[in-house]
T-cell receptor, first 113, second 111 residues
Framework: DTAVSQTPKYLVTQMGNDKSIKCEQN?????MYWYKQDSKKFLKIMFS???????INETVPNRFSPKSPDKAHLNLHINSLELGDSAVYFC????????????FGEGSRLTVL | GQQLNQSPQSMFIQEGEDVSMNCTSS?????WLWYKQDPGEGPVLLIA?????ELTSNGRLTAQFGITRKDSFLNISASIPSDVGIYFC???????????FGQGTTLQVKP
C-alpha cells in the first residue's frame, strides 16, 4: 500500500489551461503539505493543512488553490497555467507535532507548453 | 526568508570512499533532518536530530547536530552505487510550523 499517493504522475498541458493534482495519505496523519521542486531541485513549501484547516500559505499566486475535503486528502488546483508553473509538485504528510518528519509522495511532474 | 546553505553542491566519488556534507543556517534550529531523494521519487527521511551535539547513525550514515545549533553534518561511509541521489538537509524555523530545505548535494558514485 502506498502511504502518500499523488495523481497524475505526469501532466503535460497548454498555457492558460486549468489543472488539478490529487493527493491521498493512508498514514492517519493530521497534517498535509504541497511542495514545489524547481528545475534546480530546490524544494519550497507552498501550503500546509492541519485537519482540513489551512495553516501555511506561502507567497504563492492565487491561481493556486488547495482544497482539503478531509484530513486524508489534499488537492491542488491551478488556474490559468503559465510556463513558470512547470515543476514537480510533491504532496507530503506528517503527524501533528512532528513537523520535520515528512512522508512524501512520488511527485507530479507538470509541464506547461 | 531563512535559508539553509548546503555544501558541496555535488560530489563524484569512487565506490568505497567516505562522503561528508554539511549544512549551515544563519539562525538557530531546534531540529535538523536529512533526506535523500532518488531519481523520479520523493524525498525520504534518513535521520532526524533533536538535540545540540547529538550524533545519530543509520547504517552507514551518521549525522551530527552542531553545538551552535546552526549547522549539521552528514557522513556516509564506504559508499555504494545505490547511495546515488540528492541529499537534502532540512529544518523547521522556530514557531513557523514549516520545514525548509537546503539546496541539496547531488552524489554520484562510480563503481
Amino acid at each position: 500500500d502506498t502511504a502518500v499517493s499523488q495523481t497524475p504522475k505526469y501532466l503535460v498541458t497548454q498555457m492558460g489551461n486549468d489543472k488539478s493534482i490529487k493527493c491521498e495519505q493512508n498514514l492517519g496523519h493530521d497534517t498535509m503539505y504541497w511542495y514545489k521542486q524547481d528545475s534546480k531541485k530546490f524544494l519550497k513549501i507552498m501550503f500546509s493543512y492541519n485537519n482540513k484547516e489551512l495553516i501555511i500559505n506561502e507567497t504563492v499566486p492565487n491561481r493556486f488553490s488547495p482544497k482539503s475535503p478531509d484530513k486524508a486528502h489534499l488537492n491542488l488546483h491551478i488556474n490559468s497555467l503559465e510556463l513558470g508553473d512547470s515543476a514537480v509538485y510533491f504532496c507530503a504528510s506528517s503527524r501533528q507535532g512532528r513537523t520535520g518528519e515528512l512522508f512524501f509522495g512520488e511527485g507530479s511532474r507538470l509541464t506547461v507548453l | 526568508g531563512q535559508q539553509l546553505n548546503q555544501s558541496p553542491q555535488s560530489m563524484f566519488i569512487q565506490e568505497g570512499e567516505d562522503v561528508s556534507m554539511n549544512c549551515t543556517s544563519s539562525s538557530i534550529f531546534n531540529t535538523w533532518l536529512w533526506y535523500k531523494q532518488d531519481p523520479g521519487e520523493g524525498p525520504v527521511l534518513l535521520i532526524a536530530l533533536y538535540k545540540a551535539g547529538e550524533l545519530t547513525s543509520n547504517g552507514r550514515l551518521t549525522a551530527q547536530f552542531g553545538i551552535t545549533r546552526k549547522d549539521s553534518f552528514l557522513n556516509i561511509s564506504a559508499s555504494i552505487p545505490s547511495d546515488v541521489g540528492i541529499y537534502f538537509c532540512a529544518g523547521p524555523p522556530s514557531n513557523t510550523g514549516k520545514l525548509i530545505f537546503g539546496q541539496g548535494t547531488t552524489l554520484q558514485v562510480k563503481p
